[in-house]
T-cell receptor
Framework: GAGVSQSPSNKVTEKGKDVELRCDPISGHTALYWYRQSLGQGLEFLIYFQGNSAPDKSGLPSDRFSAERTGESVSTLTIQRTQQEDSAVYLC???????????????FGPGTRLTVL | GNSVTQMEGPVTLSEEAFLTINCTYTATGYPSLFWYVQYPGEGLQLLLKATKADDKGSNKGFEATYRKETTSFHLEKGSVQVSDSAVYFCALFNAGNNRKLIWGLGTSLAVNP
């Protein structure tokens, strides 16, 4: 079946503009994550959705960042008034339910490379 | 808190050389440990995992053993190939940590023919 898809694959924008990144998770996966991967910085957790529970937004770096998810489907990550330091690869991952103590593998999309000029 | 420390790269090896990428962790309780791999131009993929002490994860010739006494999960492969060139990430999952994976910074491996 189809994996996690993200769009666009590349986005170049000007400082101060808003951008919207999209993630289509694997069908049936109730958990969805957004990460940011900066050069030399590893993966930085941004936000986590689990079913209809309130999302864990503890990783969002500022109030310019927000994310939404409709039910158990598509998610969008929005960055308002982009800054040059927002340039990074934004990764989305989905997994079966993470409720309980066991870990369910996260499946990653190819990412969106954001460049803020 | 929970954290993962892995050796800095880049690591450059010749084909058929032995590979070790060190990973140590700090965690409360009994975390699960993972190695993910990111091949050039591709998304992250789970390489192997271990969910309890002394477990050995293995895949594609790679191995890692969960050592609680040394809080380590070092990645090894006896004979690397050019196709193993990628970035390798060590990660930790702790059920008490809001279901988030805690990641190392990644180690870039380049294998030359």
């Amino acid at each position: 079946g189809a994996g996690v898809s993200q769009s666009p694959s590349n986005k170049v924008t000007e400082k101060g503009k808003d951008v919207e990144l999209r993630c289509d998770p694997i069908s049936g996966h109730t958990a969805l994550y957004w990460y940011r991967q900066s050069l030399g910085q590893g993966l930085e957790f941004l936000i986590y959705f689990q079913g209809n529970s309130a999302p864990d937004k503890s990783g969002l770096p500022s109030d310019r960042f927000s994310a939404e998810r409709t039910g158990e489907s598509v998610s969008t990550l929005t960055i308002q008034r982009t800054q040059q330091e927002d340039s990074a690869v934004y990764l989305c991952a989905s997994s079966p339910s993470q409720v309980g103590s066991s870990y369910n593998e996260q499946f990653f999309g190819p990412g969106t490379r954001l460049t803020v000029l | 808190g929970n954290s993962v420390t892995q050796m800095e790269g880049p690591v450059t090896l010749s084909e058929e050389a032995f590979l070790t990428i060190n990973c140590t962790y700090t965690a409360t309780g009994y975390p699960s440990l993972f190695w993910y791999v990111q091949y050039p131009g591709e998304g992250l993929q789970l390489l192997l995992k271990a969910t309890k002490a002394d477990d050995k994860g293995s895949n594609k010739g790679f191995e890692a053993t969960y050592r609680k006494e040394t809080t380590s999960f070092h990645l090894e492969k006896g004979s690397v190939q050019v196709s193993d060139s990628a970035v390798y990430f060590c990660a930790l999952f702790n059920a008490g940590n809001n279901r988030k994976l805690i990641w190392g910074l990644g180690t870039s491996l380049a294998v030359n023919p």
